[in-house]
């Protein structure tokens, strides 16, 4: 098979579907909302890490594990324009890897209801887990890097995909003009450590990823659903547009 043109690393809490599975876990079924927002104020401001924020966070919803999957089940969207997206990418040979602080079951199962079975078979999920004991009762999250400050150090899987995928990841430029382009979709505080990885940042509208790229002059361009994303990575795919036109805030370039 032909070199990709593009991957695509995403997100998926949020991004990919329109409510977190975790916060809705945690926001109905744990802490509650006000405590949960307090605590990703805490990991914004620096105070508190997004590993420690994020286990206290999970470790507050006592449900059993299938009964959480059942809830997300029942009320978790998915973005209007991803399915455009995924047949797009699907149809021009470009790899989607969902990068995601969740865990990897629930996303899988989420994939699997509202994309479709054969969309597992496409999108490689690199995320978290879970330990589930032998009635579900019990169940624990277990960090893919629990060394890390995030938990799950999603710079570290983006570049440890591309090499072990045999592309070169010491000269990811800004232009885009490495080859393939790599994007990153993100939209929260958990993407922080992925948002200078790619060639091309697109964070969401009115989400703390924004803030942070503005704070630390990391370039990105903004995008309310995956339709956006489709549009702006049409252009850049097939019509050979440059990657900084789409830059919302080039002074940081």
């Not at 399915?83 to 797009?88: A, I, Q, T, V």
């Not at 795919?237 to 919302?248: A, L, N």
Request: hydrophobic share 35%; aromatic share 10%; proline share 4%.
């Amino acid at each position: 098979m032909s070199a990709p043109p593009a991957i695509v690393f995403t997100d998926f809490d949020g991004t990919v579907t329109l409510q977190d599975s975790n916060d809705y876990l945690t926001d109905n079924l744990g802490m509650g909302e006000a405590k949960r927002s307090a605590i990703g104020q805490d990991i914004l401001d620096g105070k508190t890490n997004f590993r420690d924020g994020f286990k206290e966070e999970i470790d507050s919803v006592k449900t059993p594990f299938n009964e959480c999957l059942s809830i997300l089940l029942s009320n978790i969207k998915l973005d209007p324009g991803f399915k455009d997206f995924y047949n797009y990418c699907q149809a021009n040979n470009i790899r989607i890897i969902v990068v995601s602080s969740g865990m990897k079951p629930l996303i899988a199962a989420l994939l699997q209801q509202l994309v479709g079975a054969e969309a597992l078979k496409h999108i490689e999920i690199m995320s978290n887990d879970v330990r589930i004991d032998n009635d579900g009762e019990n169940w624990e999250l277990l960090f893919k890097h629990p060394d890390s400050a995030f938990g799950h150090d999603k710079a570290q899987s983006i570049k440890e995909w591309l090499h072990n995928h045999g592309f070169d990841t010491s000269e990811v430029k800004d232009d885009g003009s490495t080859e393939p382009k790599l994007f990153y979709c993100g939209d929260g505080v958990s993407d922080l450590s992925a948002a200078k990885e790619t060639n091309l940042l697109f964070a969401k509208h009115g989400k703390d990823l924004i803030t942070y790229c503005i704070r630390e002059k990391i370039p990105y361009t903004e995008f309310n659903d995956f339709q956006d994303i489709l549009t702006k990575v049409k252009k850049i795919i097939d019509d050979g547009e440059p990657i900084k036109s789409f830059v919302e805030n080039p002074s940081s370039v």
